[in-house]
DNA sequence: ATGCCACCTTCAAGGTGA
């Protein structure tokens, strides 16, 4: 089975790009970040004709984050616990009825954080903190779990086309890789570092300035995984060429394939 | 230091992202 992870940048304008490519790439689940509307805005039915279930939490205008599913969505949940008072869509997670049991996954898009020096960026930070919090709980589960989505999150120097140019962005900052490690260490394998792991594979690339023709792109959406799911992991890709499709999205998908 | 692009809201221009 293919679970994908994109951010679409607003999945009412996305939407001829994403049927076409679900059509092609089949993925079984999918996580959605960025769909930029509300839940009853949100084309579930254009979704369900292609077969999927649909979890949904949106938001009007900014973020908003999704999950698709071929399998039935046995259960499902929004927002990251720990702060009630925090009321942007950044995290759903659902268990799907896959072929050889339940698997957890969630989407996730994760703050920006930039600029540097504010209050986005504290936010960022604990937020990341919420995440490894919970994901500590999900992980004593021993379940077969998927955390995917924009973690907007440079991890290694090599994931940008040049780390001088991102010196000083919240995508980068010390912080913020020491924290997405501390994710990792709580017990999440990070399934492109498992199966892959090339340099300069590119996930995202700016509308500007000519970014995709120049080759200037970052990698900052990551799928991370249990040990249960790391046992079946079978590979992963980047849809690198999604991003040269009619209207596309200024990030591509990644994909793992899990026997599960 | 800012705009460069593309998206949002609700018709005009400012907020947001990475």
Not at 83 to 102: C, F, L, N, T, W
Not at 131 to 148: F, G, I, N
Request: glycine content about 4%; proline content about 3%; hydrophobic content about 40%.
């Amino acid at each position: 089975m293919k679970i994908a992870s994109w951010n679409v940048n607003s999945v009412r304008t996305r939407l001829p790009t994403i049927i076409d490519w679900l059509k092609d790439a089949r993925p079984d689940v999918v996580c959605l970040q960025e769909i930029k509307c509300q839940d009853e805005q949100f084309p579930t039915q254009a979704f369900e004709d292609l077969g999927y279930n649909c979890a949904i939490h949106g938001q009007k205008s900014y973020n908003g984050v999704a999950i698709l599913s071929r399998y039935a969505i046995e259960e499902s949940m929004t927002g990251l616990p720990g702060d009630e008072a925090d009321d942007h869509a950044r995290y759903i997670e659902a268990v799907v009825s896959a072929d050889k049991g339940p698997l957890r996954v969630a989407s996730i898009y994760l703050p920006n954080g930039n600029p540097k020096e504010s209050e986005k960026f504290d936010y960022k930070l604990n937020w990341m903190r919420r995440l490894r919090t919970h994901a500590k709980t999900l992980l004593a589960y021993e379940e077969k779990l998927v955390l995917a989505g924009d973690y907007n999150v440079i991890y290694r120097d090599e994931d940008c086309w040049d780390v001088e140019a991102w010196a000083d962005d919240a995508l980068y900052a010390r912080e913020v890789r020491d924290e997405f490690a501390a994710l990792q260490w709580c017990g999440l394998t990070d399934a492109w570092m498992a199966r892959d792991a090339r340099a300069h594979q590119y996930t995202f690339w700016d509308y500007q300035r000519g970014a995709w023709q120049r080759g200037h792109g970052i990698h900052i959406d990551h799928i991370l995984l249990s040990s249960q799911a790391t046992d079946v992991l079978q590979g992963v890709a980047i849809a690198k060429e999604t991003r040269a499709m009619d209207k596309p999205s200024d990030h591509v998908p990644v994909i793992v394939e899990l026997d599960a």
